[in-house]
T-cell receptor, first 111, second 115 residues
Framework: QKEVEQNSGPLSVPEGAIASLNCTYS??????FFWYRQYSGKSPELIMS????GDKEDGRFTAQLNKASQYVSLLIRDSQPSDSATYLC???????????FGTGTRLTIIP | ETGVTQSPTHLIKTRGQQVTLRCSSQ?????VSWYQQALGQGPQFIFQ???????GRGNFPPRFSGLQFPNYSSELNVNALELDDSALYLC??????????????FGPGTRLTVL
């Protein structure tokens, strides 16, 4: 079992709709969770970090964490064509900054 | 822009050669982490440097080595290059190597091709 799992997609969402990206992790000592966006040929860009159970909102983005279910998600409201990218979920453990990434979900927003 | 810079942008080497990649961290950050990203995969942790000391290493062979300088910039060295070393090499800087809460910010990466 991979430590961080994501559906590789592609996930196609109409413009203006809500895109929902999911990530599960296997290690219960995972403490910090991050979502990165990566455009083709570019490096990952940090979108959101979340450390506590519940929701965290930043503009059109909402991260949701459920440690009991070992599940973290990213919602993108009012999806725009510029949101088309690969979204990487990453986790780190207590006292260790090493990030463990999933393989990413490719999101396409359809105009 | 994250303020993290990497050089060179692209590099082509042949099998068996050695390569050095460079990274300058964001102002105020003392920790640099290196990742390898193969095509279609998520980044894989190589190692991290905190205040010039290695602070954790991933599952990479010893021919991957690095160092960090007093100004917190860093180098990644790869000896005896293999075809499978072809990848995007990413440097990330963060505020401190001691907390998992610290966010990591990536540089633009170096695309290495091994022929």
């Amino acid at each position: 079992q991979k430590e961080v799992e994501q559906n590789s997609g592609p996930l196609s969402v109409p413009e203006g709709a809500i895109a929902s990206l999911n990530c599960t992790y296997s290690d219960r000592v995972s403490q910090s969770f991050f979502w990165y966006r990566q455009y083709s040929g570019k490096s990952p860009e940090l979108i959101m970090s979340i450390y506590s159970n519940g929701d965290k909102e930043d503009g059109r983005f909402t991260a949701q964490l459920n440690k009991a279910s070992q599940y973290v998600s990213l919602l993108i409201r009012d999806s725009q064509p510029s949101d088309s990218a690969t979204y990487l979920c990453a986790v780190s453990h207590f006292g260790n900054e090493k990030l463990t990434f999933g393989t990413g979900t490719r999101l396409t927003i359809i105009p | 822009e994250t303020g993290v810079t990497q050089s060179p942008t692209h590099l082509i080497k042949t099998r068996g050669q050695q390569v050095t990649l460079r990274c300058s961290s964001q102002s105020g950050h003392n920790t640099v982490s290196w990742y390898q990203q193969a095509l279609g995969q998520g980044p894989q942790f190589i190692f991290q440097y905190y205040r010039e000391e290695e602070n954790g290493r991933g599952n990479f062979p010893p021919r991957f080595s690095g160092l960090q300088f007093p100004n917190y910039s860093s180098e990644l060295n790869v000896n005896a290059l293999e075809l499978d070393d072809s990848a995007l090499y990413l440097c990330a800087s963060s505020l401190s190597g001691l907390s998992s809460y610290n966010e990591q910010f990536f540089g633009p990466g170096t695309r290495l091709t091994v022929l």
